[in-house]
């Protein structure tokens, strides 16, 4: 049975946010261009799919509500270490107007316009479900990285990374240790139980991403899939249990 993850995209075109305190408090501001507004919009509208295809129908979102919101983001959450992001704190607002609808997700994005001169988390950052979510999985992406999605041999795959960070926390929750599901950034530590003759053809996911591929598009894959193999098998055996996501982890989820 196909796991269906319920997810809101919400879209925020205009920063114009205060950050940091005191004598340190400052403001950041940017617009997302038409170009990049759309160009990032086609890869979310392909991500259920995307999902469903790499996962054998194992899941996928569906419904996928895009939401652009007309504000514009009026402040930015610390991180730690001096870097920001947009925080379940940012979109409170949209989730309170959500709240009021009755809907209810499992899954949040959050795509915003940084402003290059202030520190972000990273690529883009996530949380599992938490209160402040209201039980969602919360992924904060920022669209500075739009102009290469031209050139990505998988424009999808750092939106589908961070919806994995927000699926991990959640069997993590549902007691899937790490023997059974890997972090998800130890791709440099498996390989996969196909046929080498298949990506990544008998190297880590690792090596093969970063010998010319770019891409981990097997890794999610495989980890959505329970066809991962320790890279180092001394034996030549395969594990007695599989590893990643079988069709049977994926059923410990309810409510889908």
């Not at 009026?74 to 270490?81: A, C, E, P, R």
């Not at 949040?108 to 599992?128: E, K």
Request: aromatic share 10%.
């Amino acid at each position: 049975m196909t796991q269906r993850w319920r997810t809101l995209v919400l879209l925020y075109p205009v920063l114009d946010a205060r950050y940091g305190s005191g004598l340190g408090r400052r403001r950041a501001r940017r617009v997302m261009t038409r170009d990049e507004r759309t160009a990032v919009s086609a890869v979310i509208e392909r991500l259920p799919g995307t999902i469903a295809q790499w996962s054998d129908g194992l899941a996928t979102l569906d419904p996928l509500d895009v939401v652009e919101v007309r504000r514009p983001l009026g402040s930015l959450s610390s991180s730690g270490g001096g870097r920001w992001w947009v925080g379940p704190r940012e979109i409170k607002p949209e989730l309170t107007e959500v709240v009021a609808t009755g809907a209810r997700y499992d899954s949040l994005f959050v795509l915003w316009p940084a402003d290059p001169a202030v520190p972000q988390c990273g690529w883009g950052c996530t949380v599992g479900p938490s209160e402040a979510t209201n039980g969602a999985g919360f992924s904060s992406i920022s669209t500075d990285h739009w102009r290469t999605l031209a050139t990505d041999p998988d424009p999808a795959q750092g939106y589908v990374h961070e919806w994995l960070h927000q699926v991990e926390a959640v069997y993590r929750s549902l007691g899937l240790s790490e023997a059974e599901l890997p972090n998800l950034h130890e791709a440099g530590s498996f390989t996969s139980t196909r046929d080498p003759a298949q990506a990544p053809f008998g190297r880590s996911y690792a090596e093969y991403h970063d010998g010319g591929a770019q891409t981990w598009s097997p890794w999610y894959g495989d980890w959505m899939t329970g066809r991962l193999a320790p890279k180092v098998r001394a034996t030549g055996l395969l594990a007695a249990e599989p590893i990643g996501l079988t069709a049977k982890r994926w059923e410990r989820r309810t409510g889908s």
